[in-house]
């Protein structure tokens, strides 16, 4: 099964890939439907980790997602090609085998299949999400429509020679149009409209219609949600849309997810938590180790890692909120956005500012998009204008800037290259997860049990059970996890190994189905703990992150805190069986057992 990652596929021709995928690798591999898009799609998630060394559910996991954002179609071709990464380098790569044998990846390439199609379609247009009718379901009367009029398969600018327009081509060259200088007067002058047709045009003016899909599906989670009139696309409550319902309720259905990245386009640049507040209000251990994180990202990725509340902010008084803030304010698991792809710098234009550039910049870096578009990509990211008469506007021209094919997505022959530099990072994500290991399991015979509350025969027994943390992160994974008591500490469990007769017992009705006088030599294994309980709950466990350097002031009062030793104190007859579960819901699960002699 080979990808060609130079194109970006339909939804059905996605959805047979993927099968393929698992078909070549069940022991590796399996597909679910997380839910239905609004238009009764699919909404795929592929688990990913060797079944062999235990289920997806018992590892610490890493969520990898693309494609919320309709047009942003790159970002499914990056999860693919980390699925593809993972799945060709099992038996050549030491770490990727590593890393399926003790992790679990959750990939969903497409989380909003429907406005994916829209944007694939032999008529393609590119609305923000959902194909949904938000917020009203009319369709509008008058006004202008965006759409691809002259049928080329694109949808471009259209410029209209105008005294009084706003712009101006540049001297140097006429394709490129440049706004018009304050006071200027006595040029060529143009007014500058989106391609698109005009509904009951009077002859004078219009408005421009947004488009009637108007949802924005990352406004619509959990975390810090506002109604439309603060955040655009926010949707009539949190995850009413389908497609975030099914991702969030996949996610808090898998606490084993420590850590997130979402990947959209573009810009170039890896975001970082908060969004909707600044560093200064961030638990600071977690703005360190974040940092820490996003300097490691940039080094791997060559993108600069940014903060969201401090680097990328659309307009200077309004905050955004989405899955960053649910996942990393609400959950406390680490999360970036990836927004794939800057066409400014493959045109050689390195140190912009990256959202103030899409409102001003100079002429200049202009220029070199154009010298990129006729050098690189064949004179079709800035297409020269073309007369175009139009059924309601009359003589215009259609050409300028594709933003449809080369902004929000790169060209073919780039798109591999640039999701090619993600692979490393995400590994360096999933290794360093916590991750629970046995240290020790022992048990020793105390002697005979006596008193007459046993029955004859019983003896005293102690059980050491030691774990580890052998991650990096700590098994809460962040102090924001800790402050919203979203993990607990470990779970330590003990019980008879069984399982016919405490289920015959319980059909007797008994109340405790372990500890209770009512023994009976027929039903089950004789247990009674006397000291600990069958159930307890230890601490966390720090990772082997360093906390500090050794020059500090004082000496890392937790070096240990990685382990932890539980023990029992149990009466039973010899040659019981027991079985043992450590378990976090972060840092996995350890199953064993033993036999008490
Ligand atoms: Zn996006």
């Known amino acids: 099964m080979t990808i060609d990652f130079s194109r970006f596929y339909r939804h059905d021709e996605l959805s047979a890939l993927l099968h393929d995928l698992v078909r070549d690798h069940p022991d590796r591999l399996r597909i679910d439907s997380m839910g239905k898009s609004h238009e009764g799609r699919d909404i795929w998630v592929l688990t990913l980790t060797r079944f062999a060394t235990g289920a997806a559910e018992?590892?610490?996991?890493?969520?990898?997602?693309?494609?919320?954002?309709?047009?942003?179609?790159?970002?499914?071709?990056?999860?693919?090609?980390?699925?593809?990464?993972?799945?060709?380098?099992?038996?050549?790569?030491?770490?990727v085998r590593h890393l399926l044998d003790t992790r679990a990846f959750y990939l969903v390439p497409r989380l909003c299949p429907d406005g994916a199609e829209l944007a694939l379609s032999d008529r393609p247009r590119h609305i923000r999400s959902s194909t949904r009718a938000y917020p009203f379901e009319d369709a509008p009367l008058d006004g202008m429509v965006i759409e691809d009029i002259d049928g080329d398969g694109r949808i471009l600018s259209m410029r209209i020679a105008d005294p009084n327009g706003g712009w101006k081509p540049h001297p140097e060259d006429s394709r490129l149009m440049i706004p018009r200088e304050p006071g200027e007067i006595g040029g060529q002058y143009y007014r500058m409209l989106p391609e698109g047709r005009v509904l009951q045009h009077d002859g004078v003016g219009f408005k421009l219609n947004p488009d009637r899909e108007g949802l924005d599906l990352n406004r619509n989670f959990p975390s810090d949600w506002r109604q439309e009139y603060k955040q655009q696309g926010a949707g009539p409550y949190p995850t009413s849309e389908p497609e975030v319902r099914a991702m969030v309720d996949f996610v808090v259905r898998h606490p084993n997810i420590g850590a997130a990245v979402s990947f959209h386009t573009h810009s170039g640049v890896i975001l970082r938590p908060m969004g909707t507040e600044p560093?200064?209000?961030?638990?600071?251990?977690?703005?360190?180790?974040?940092k820490r994180l996003s300097a490691a990202a940039?080094?791997?990725?060559?993108?600069?890692?940014?903060?969201?509340?401090?680097?990328?902010?659309?307009?200077?008084?309004?905050?955004?909120?989405?899955?960053?803030?649910?996942?990393y304010e609400h959950l406390g698991a680490l999360f970036w956005v990836v927004e794939l792809w800057a066409p400014n710098r493959a045109a050689g234009i390195d140190k912009y500012p990256f959202i103030d550039w899409y409102r001003e910049h100079p002429p200049?870096?202009?220029?070199?998009?154009?010298?990129?578009?006729?050098?690189?990509?064949?004179?079709?990211?800035?297409?020269?204008?073309?007369?175009?008469?139009?059924?309601?506007?009359?003589?215009?021209?259609?050409?300028?800037?594709d933003r449809m094919n080369f902004w929000r997505n790169p060209p073919a022959a780039l798109r591999e290259a640039e999701v090619a530099r993600f692979p490393?990072?995400?590994?360096?994500?999933?290794?360093?997860?916590?991750?629970?290991?046995?240290?020790?399991?022992?048990?020793?015979?105390?002697g005979q049990a006596d008193g007459p509350i046993h029955p004859t025969g019983a003896r005293h027994y102690l059980i050491r059970f030691a774990v580890e943390n052998s991650g990096y992160l700590p098994s809460y994974v962040s102090r924001r996890a800790l402050e919203r008591k979203t993990v607990r500490g470990l779970i330590f469990e003990c019980f008879p190994k069984c399982e016919e007769a405490t289920h015959s017992l319980a059909a007797l009705g008994a109340a405790d189905p372990?500890?209770?006088?009512?023994?009976?030599?027929?039903?089950?294994?004789?247990?009674?703990?006397?000291?600990?309980?069958?159930?307890?709950?230890?601490?966390?466990?720090?990772?082997?992150?360093?906390?500090?350097?050794?020059?500090?002031?004082?000496?890392?009062?937790?070096?240990c805190a990685h382990r932890h030793l539980h023990q029992w104190q149990v009466a039973a007859l010899p040659g019981t069986r027991l079985e043992v579960i450590a378990r976090s819901e972060r840092a996995g699960l350890i199953r064993s057992e033993l036999c008490l002699d």
Request: charged share 25%.
């Open 514 to 559: 372990i500890d209770e006088g009512s023994y009976h030599p027929q039903m089950r294994p004789y247990l009674r703990f006397l000291s600990g309980t069958q159930r307890a709950e230890g601490p966390s466990l720090e990772g082997h992150a360093a906390k500090q350097s050794l020059q500090a002031f004082l000496p890392d009062r937790g070096i």
């Open 58 to 95: 018992h590892k610490p996991a890493l969520w990898v997602d693309g494609n919320i954002h309709a047009a942003e179609l790159l970002a499914s071709t990056a999860v693919l090609y980390f699925l593809d990464h993972l799945l060709r380098h099992d038996e050549s790569d030491a770490r």
């Open 364 to 401: 200049e870096d202009d220029l070199k998009l154009l010298k990129w578009s006729d050098e690189v990509c064949g004179g079709e990211a800035h297409v020269s204008w073309k007369a175009y008469e139009h059924p309601q506007l009359g003589p215009v021209e259609i050409g300028g800037w």
């Open 424 to 446: 490393g990072w995400l590994k360096q994500l999933a290794a360093i997860l916590p991750r629970l290991e046995l240290v020790e399991l022992s048990v020793q015979c105390l």
């Open 298 to 327: 940039s080094e791997q990725t060559g993108y600069p890692a940014l903060s969201i509340w401090h680097d990328f902010k659309y307009h200077p008084q309004q905050v955004i909120s989405g899955t960053q803030d649910w996942i």
């Open 279 to 290: 560093d200064e209000k961030m638990i600071p251990e977690d703005l360190w180790m974040y």
